[in-house]
């Protein structure tokens, strides 16, 4: 038999096998391709391939795909392939025994996307449409956490997992902070990064903040974090830092264009100015930080990387082209060749290479820094992808995909808060798998906490989260958790719950608004059509409905009357059980009830006039603070692209 390797280059690489030969060499060519190097290939692959199995005859026999890397196809039967063990993963890494010291705590990296929908990375849905082989390759080589549950909007979920706790329980559960808004993550609750750094952890924050900055209490560099580059706000135009975009109408005379609206770029806390750092590509400029960092760390000293990514969030409408790709990828072939008929669906996938280009980077850096065999990696994005029709109500859309699931961004239906997660190191024992266990955001602070050998007694009291490592490690996929609240927001009257019952069924209670009150239900993926499969491929861990895509069976109008649904047979929320279980129903409004009673009113405050850009020589500051214009400014140097590639 022989194997036929086709990519996007066009490249066919055959690799004759012997008959009796044929699973083991399967096993081996799935190693490969994960690490991008086929059959021993010299040349690195990356990108979308597809390995076709024929007898000398010439008779097809079956498949392997970038999308089912762990499982090969022979007609309708799905063969296991044995990804490669924790040591030939290893002993293939370049510089993989160098550097870390024995017996010392591992490094974490945590990557968080930006508005990610679920269908917006090849390994959930098989999406032709965005591949995304760097980060697949973790994920499939990692635990793929299918059940990976968030807040449905972003300031929120960041702040839940640097505390570990409900919003609800830290008054941050009705919105995302907005420009010259006095608020921010309370500051009598310790973060992530405040724990890391008392057990020796290097703590750094990279991209987008967004959980306080009217006074520097609330800024990174008090919240835990020795070095903090990027955005205090939301969102930024890519090249300027600004949120808004540069005038049209410069003064003559003016030695830079002026913005609209104000620069928000800081390192430290202080601001980076116009002459130290313009015209970058943000998400260029944010990976040459994390690589210097990684590459100048003291390899006998842990790290604990925060690195809050603004790709993929583009909201186009306000933010038009500046926040768009790059021509390398642009010129990608899956986005090149996608449908000019959709333009902005066309943006997003582009910018999702630019994510995937991140990951890689950051992966690299620890690769050529020989600590990959101490470092943890998680992955998630932080709600869901932005829906078109929603835009006005979550500061634009980028066009995500969160098909099949209902909803999306700023709703508690799957489709909002149901994200694609894993995460990825070779600590961990039992790995190149999935899992369907409950895990929400709060239980990264427990879960990492254990997984760095850390006392437990030393984690904040009353936390909300989980920790899921011993279930990582000894291969189970029966978590901790059996169940976890969405959100409760009162302002926002928006409450759901999810609930493991002792049969194993997972039901889910949804109640109140959806934006304006007149639609909550299922996007179609942009440039696709209902019942044509061509844009995309098998997964093992896609979503299946059990019931055609999208077509309502028992109607659920939320902001009307509570929903309940049963997630395991009924992932995409199609077949409201609230009157067919009505005891089910009582059961999570009382427990809905019960966890109300332990909120505290949120701590959100209505916008400031002094906050304004206007007022600070078109600069977003601190304000409130004793310090508002950085009375003690940054030494700074020239700027350089980091040479740690």
């Known amino acids: 038999m022989q194997l036929l390797f086709a990519c996007w280059l066009f490249t066919l690489l055959t690799v004759t096998v012997a008959d009796g030969g044929l699973q083991s060499a399967f096993d081996k060519l799935a190693s490969d391709l994960l690490r991008g190097r086929p059959g021993g290939s010299s040349s690195s692959i990356s990108g979308k391939w597809t390995v076709q199995v024929q007898s000398s005859s010439g008779k097809p026999t079956g498949s392997l795909s970038s999308a089912t890397p762990n499982a090969w196809l022979t007609g309708s039967k799905i063969v296991p392939v044995k990804l490669a ?23 974490v990296i945590i990557f968080v996307a930006d508005d990610l929908g679920h269908a917006d990375v090849s390994f959930t849905q098989g999406n032709l449409q965005t591949p995304t082989p760097n980060i697949d390759k973790l994920a499939w080589e990692g635990i793929i956490l299918n059940r990976h549950y968030v807040n449905p909007i972003c300031s929120p979920t960041r702040a839940a997992l640097l505390t570990g706790k409900y919003t609800f329980h830290i008054g941050m559960q009705t919105h995302a902070i907005g420009e010259a808004e006095p608020w921010g993550l309370p500051t009598q609750f310790p973060t992530m990064a405040d724990k890391f750094r008392e057990i020796g952890y290097s703590t750094w924050h990279l991209g987008k903040w967004h959980i306080g900055r009217y006074t520097r209490a609330y800024l990174p560099n008090a919240r835990g974090f020795d070095y903090s580059y990027g955005v205090t706000g939301g969102a930024c135009n890519w090249f300027n830092y600004t949120v808004g975009w540069f005038t049209r109408n410069v003064k003559a005379g003016d030695q830079f264009p002026q913005p609209v609206s104000g620069r928000d770029l800081r390192e430290n806390g202080r ?9 970058v590509y ?9 690589e210097r960092l990684i590459h100048n760390q003291d390899p006998a000293k842990p790290f604990f990387l925060y690195f809050a990514t603004p790709v993929a969030h583009t909201g186009f409408e306000p933010y038009q082209d500046s926040q768009h790709t790059m021509p390398q990828f642009q010129l990608r072939p899956p986005v090149f060749q996608f449908s000019n008929a959709y333009p902005e669906r066309k943006k997003c996938i582009g910018i999702i290479q630019v994510l995937d280009e991140q990951f890689r980077r950051i992966v690299m850096a620890v690769v050529n820094k020989g600590v990959v065999n101490n470092t943890i990696f998680v992955f998630f994005s932080d709600n869901g992808g932005p829906l ?22 700023g709703t508690l239906l799957e489709g909002g808060v149901r994200v694609p997660a894993f995460i ?45 490592w011993k279930s990582f490690q000894d291969g189970s996929t029966v978590g901790p958790r059996k169940e976890l609240v969405n959100n409760i927001d009162t302002l926002g009257r928006m409450y759901a719950m999810i609930m493991e019952d002792e049969s194993g069924h997972l039901y889910k209670l949804i109640g109140g608004n959806v934006f304006e009150n007149n639609w909550a239900g299922w996007d179609i993926t942009e440039g696709t059509v209902p019942g044509d499969p061509s844009w995309k491929t098998y997964s093992p861990v896609e979503v299946n409905c059990n019931a055609p895509e999208g077509i309502e069976i028992t109607k659920c109008v939320p902001w009307k009357a509570d929903c309940l649904f049963e997630l395991r047979e009924d992932p995409c929320e199609l077949n409201n ?10 059961t999570l409004q009382a427990k809905l009830k019960v966890y109300k009673a332990t909120s505290i009113p949120a701590v959100i405050k209505h916008q400031d006039p002094a906050g304004l850009e206007e007022k600070w020589d078109h600069w977003w500051v601190p304000w409130k603070d004793l310090d508002p214009l950085d009375k003690i400014p940054l030494t700074y140097q020239p700027f350089q692209n980091s040479s740690a590639m």
């Open 577 to 586: 059980l609230a009157k067919s279980n009505p005891d089910m129903l009582k």
């Open 388 to 409: 078109a029709r929603h835009a006005a109500f979550v500061h634009g859309s980028n066009h995500a995909s969160n098909w099949p699931l209902r909803g999306g961004k």
């Open 282 to 290: 943000f998400p260029e400029l944010l990976n040459n930080q994390a």
């Open 85 to 107: 063990t924790k040591k030939d993963a290893v002993s293939e890494t370049p510089g993989a025994s160098v550097g870390a010291t024995p017996g010392q705590k591992p490094n």
């Open 271 to 279: 601001k980076v100015d116009y002459n130290v750092t313009n015209n």
């Open 424 to 468: 990825w190191s070779p600590l961990l024992k039992r790995r190149g798998r999935a899992t369907d266990q409950l895990f929400h955001v709060t239980d990264w602070l427990p879960t990492l906490w254990e997984a760095v050998g850390a006392d437990p007694a030393l984690l904040p009291e009353k936390g909300d989260g989980f920790s899921h």
